[in-house]
């Protein structure tokens, strides 16, 4: 017997299509915050943000607008990858565009891999990060 899809088709339509997901002004407090949490001290992060900053921008909206509605049953992090070409400093505007690269599906689990593209704002390319997520479906 053939099991049912876990994905609405029109979430499978959106493959490749890419969303804003928003600009964001980099303010000095938002780095202090950051490097806080992450208990690295090292003096550089009063002028540039540590590469991993990028990750906290953006992205959630992604998951929240997009995953989330469609997978209300589970969702985990797999994995995440992190290409980083320019440095975040405070001041800058981030632009973030994301989209679905891939589905794949097991049983009744899904394996969505989606691209985030962080672009500053003299259009250079800051950041790619991909990100693999796994939604599950629960019997009721």
Not at 29 to 43: L, W, Y
Not at 48 to 62: H, M, R, S
Request: glycine content about 8%; overall charge negative; proline content about 5%.
């Amino acid at each position: 017997m053939e099991e049912s899809s876990i994905i609405p088709a029109e979430f499978k339509d959106k493959i490749g299509q890419e969303w804003e997901l928003g600009v964001y002004e980099i303010e000095k407090g938002m780095i202090k915050r950051f490097v806080r949490a992450i208990d690295d001290p090292d003096p550089q992060w009063e002028t540039v943000a540590p590469p991993t900053f990028i990750l906290v921008i953006g992205g959630e909206q992604f998951g929240e607008e997009m995953l989330a509605p469609m997978f209300r049953d589970g969702l985990l992090h797999g994995s995440t990858e992190l290409e980083c070409y320019g440095t975040v400093r405070p001041g800058d505007r981030i632009a973030v565009t994301g989209k679905i690269a891939s589905i794949r599906e097991r049983s009744k689990m899904a394996f969505v891999t989606f691209e985030i593209t962080y672009t500053n704002q003299k259009d250079e390319l800051v950041a790619r990060c991909q990100q693999m997520m796994i939604a599950y479906h629960t019997e009721k």
